[in-house]
């Protein structure tokens, strides 16, 4: 099989840095035209901000059980063909003097029906990178489904209620669909049926029970959903060794983007990338569930094929964890599917 890097006009996956300006801000350079869009304040503390094509300009916050906002004059005003455009002066988005990190998914556009689910939802999936966003409206019904449009089984959703108050309930394949964490709190892992209804997602839907943060009656539902694709991205788990010469994690590839959490303890969502820290050891970490700015600790270094921690700290390496990771540079064949680097 034939191998061909991905370029900028089919890539999936790219952080871009940036800096403030207290006015219209046009972000360029992304590769693509991103369709879930997440900023971050590294100068200071700040909110959260993540948009998508499926919602629109409204932005919901992965450190607040707040429901989704109007951007208004503030904040990420659209999705570009090769980036997004801030504007005012904000400092969650796009204060002079302040420096920013965004990350940026590609699915397809502002979605479509899909009725594969007992609920019918609104779907913007990319098949070949194995991410989608799927929008509903929640019934409260255990053993409700939704279509998600990725063609194969998701490994991790992340599910928000976007009408409303309430927590960011995550599922992880490694955990079993009785377990649930919450993107916004440093919790440990939870025991529910009535988050996923114990029931594992297949390759056309997810199943919901009758809780109120996952399928609340009448109420605007938003869920992240991620496949696996050999090469670019990976969602899995592993068990750290207590030791200053950590656990090494093979993902099958160098690794741009990954996120970490406890599962055996309460502990933060660790946030690292390949745009903050150019070398190694990657000391910048951003907490997804926390307001803080960059934060710095020498924790673990990128590999060529996965991650190796360099600290026995409990937050990384002295517990259970699971974690989701996509690839610097990845290669795809010519069947368009991500493939490992050679």
Same mark, same amino acid.
């Given at each position: 099989?034939?191998?061909?890097?991905?370029?900028?006009?089919?890539?999936?996956?790219?952080?871009?840095?940036?800096?403030?300006?207290?006015?219209?801000?046009?972000?360029?350079?992304?590769?693509?035209?991103?369709?879930?869009?997440?900023?971050?304040?590294?100068?200071?503390?700040?909110?959260?901000?993540?948009?998508?094509?499926?919602?629109?300009?409204?932005?919901?916050?992965?450190?607040?059980?707040?429901?989704?906002?109007?951007?208004?004059?503030?904040?990420?005003?659209?999705?570009?063909?090769?980036?997004?455009?801030?504007?005012?002066?904000?400092?969650?988005?796009?204060?002079?003097?302040?420096?920013?990190?965004?990350?940026?998914?590609?699915?397809?556009?502002?979605?479509?029906?899909?009725?594969?689910?007992?609920?019918?939802?609104?779907?913007?999936?990319?098949?070949?990178?194995?991410?989608? +966003? !799927? %929008?509903? #409206?929640?019934?409260?019904?255990?053993?409700? &489904?939704?279509? *998600?449009? /990725? $063609?194969?089984?998701?490994?991790?959703? +992340? !599910? %928000?209620? #976007?009408?409303?108050?309430?927590?960011?309930? &995550?599922?992880? *394949?490694? /955990? $079993?669909?009785?377990?649930?964490?919450?993107?916004?709190?440093?919790?440990?892992?939870?025991?529910?049926?009535?988050?996923?209804?114990?029931?594992?997602?297949?390759?056309?839907?997810?199943?919901?029970?009758?809780?109120?943060?996952?399928?609340?009656?009448?109420?605007?539902?938003?869920?992240?959903?991620?496949?696996?694709?050999?090469?670019?991205?990976?969602?899995?788990?592993?068990?750290?060794?207590?030791?200053?010469?950590?656990?090494?994690?093979?993902?099958?590839?160098?690794?741009?983007?990954?996120?970490?959490?406890?599962?055996?303890?309460?502990?933060?969502?660790?946030?690292?990338?390949?745009?903050?820290?150019?070398?190694?050891?990657?000391?910048?970490?951003?907490?997804?569930?926390?307001?803080?700015?960059?934060?710095?600790?020498?924790?673990?270094?990128?590999?060529?094929?996965?991650?190796?921690?360099?600290?026995?700290?409990?937050?990384?390496?002295?517990?259970?964890?699971?974690?989701?990771?996509?690839?610097?540079?990845?290669?795809?064949?010519?069947?368009?599917?991500?493939?490992?680097?050679?």
């Amino acid at each position: 099989m034939a191998y061909t890097t991905i370029n900028k006009s089919t890539d999936y996956f790219n952080t871009k840095l940036y800096a403030g300006n207290n006015g219209t801000n046009a972000i360029t350079g992304v590769g693509f035209q991103p369709d879930f869009n997440w900023i971050k304040d590294r100068t200071s503390t700040g909110e959260h901000l993540l948009v998508d094509a499926v919602r629109g300009m409204y932005n919901i916050r992965s450190n607040s059980t707040a429901a989704e906002s109007a951007n208004g004059s503030i904040h990420q005003q659209s999705l570009d063909s090769d980036g997004f455009t801030v504007a005012g002066s904000a400092g969650n988005s796009n204060a002079s003097g302040r420096n920013y990190a965004s990350w940026n998914w590609k699915a397809n556009g502002a979605g479509s029906s899909n009725t594969d689910g007992s609920i019918t939802s609104t779907v913007s999936a990319n098949t070949t990178s194995g991410f989608s +966003i !799927v %929008k509903w #409206t929640g019934n409260s019904t255990s053993g409700a &489904t939704v279509g *998600h449009g /990725l $063609g194969v089984v998701p490994k991790m959703i +992340i !599910v %928000k209620t #976007t009408a409303r108050t309430g927590n960011w309930v &995550t599922y992880h *394949h490694t /955990l $079993g669909a009785t377990k649930y964490l919450e993107l916004n709190n440093t919790g440990a892992l939870g025991t529910s049926t009535a988050a996923w209804n114990d029931t594992a997602p297949t390759s056309s839907v997810f199943s919901l029970g009758s809780w109120s943060n996952t399928n609340d009656n009448g109420y605007g539902m938003i869920a992240y959903c991620f496949a696996e694709k050999t090469g670019y991205s990976k969602f899995g788990s592993y068990v750290g060794n207590n030791n200053a010469d950590g656990t090494f994690v093979y993902t099958g590839f160098k690794p741009a983007w990954i996120m970490i959490k406890q599962t055996s303890d309460t502990n933060q969502w660790f946030i690292f990338d390949n745009k903050r820290n150019t070398f190694n050891p990657e000391t910048l970490y951003i907490q997804a569930n926390t307001s803080d700015g960059d934060n710095a600790f020498t924790s673990l270094d990128f590999t060529s094929n996965g991650f190796k921690f360099l600290t026995s700290n409990a937050a990384f390496n002295n517990g259970s964890y699971i974690y989701m990771a996509f690839a610097e540079a990845p290669l795809v064949g010519s069947n368009n599917v991500p493939c490992t680097a050679r």
